[in-house]
Structure formats: C-alpha cells, structure tokens
C-alpha cells in the first residue's frame, strides 16, 4: 500500500527538475558522442549528424523544462502537499520512482548513466 503521507508539492517538482537535468546531461554526453563517430561517407555522415541535431533539441528542451520547474518550485505555496508515491507507483523504472516519491532527506543521488532495468 502505498504511502499517504502528504509531502510538500514543491519537494516533489525539485526531484522532477533534478530528474530532467541528469538527463539532459545525459543527452548532451550522447550528442557528442555522435557527432565524434565518423559514417562509411561523407553523404551518410552528413545524414547522421542532421538526424544528432534532434539531439541537442532534447537537450534543451529537457533543461528548459527543469528551469520551468524551478520557477514553479519559487511561487508555489510551500504548504500545498500532495501523496506522491501513489503517482511513483506508476512509473516502470524503479529506481526512478523511488528518487521521486522518498521523503525529503532519503533521496540518493542519481546515477542514470550507470543504471539498467532489463524488462
């Protein structure tokens, strides 16, 4: 059964925040990655690093997001709270519901880029 203990609303936006700039750094380490890997010919090369463009889109799109919480987190009302592990319960990475619905204090540092869940 899940937790119904409420937690500030504003707890819960900053570990999404944190979430979506681990990965955008993520994606950034990705994107150059791809652009380092040379293609059999200038022709498929070129398509590749058009298509690593999307890349870089998801980067920023992903940190514009966090920067968007972040700005939530400032003008929300810290006494609103919500049950959130109920919300965490939904989501397939495990490791990932745990960061968003620990209690302040019990969240440990993410490790995205070393994590693998094999369904």
Known sequence: MPSRTPQPITEILSRIS????????????LHSLAQSVDGP???????????AQ???L?????????HFLVELVEIIPPEWEVI?????QKLKLSA??????????????????GELEIF
């Open 18 to 29: 944190a979430e979506l700039i681990d990965l955008a750094q993520s994606v950034d380490r």
């Open 41 to 51: 010919g200038k022709k498929e090369k070129d398509a590749f690093l058009q298509e």
């Open 54 to 56: 999307s890349i870089d």
């Open 58 to 66: 998801i980067e920023q799109r992903l940190s514009s997001l966090s």
């Open 84 to 88: 959130g592990k109920a919300a965490a």
């Open 96 to 113: 990932l519901a745990h960061r968003l619905s620990a209690p302040e204090g019990h969240v440990h540092p993410s490790h995205a880029s």
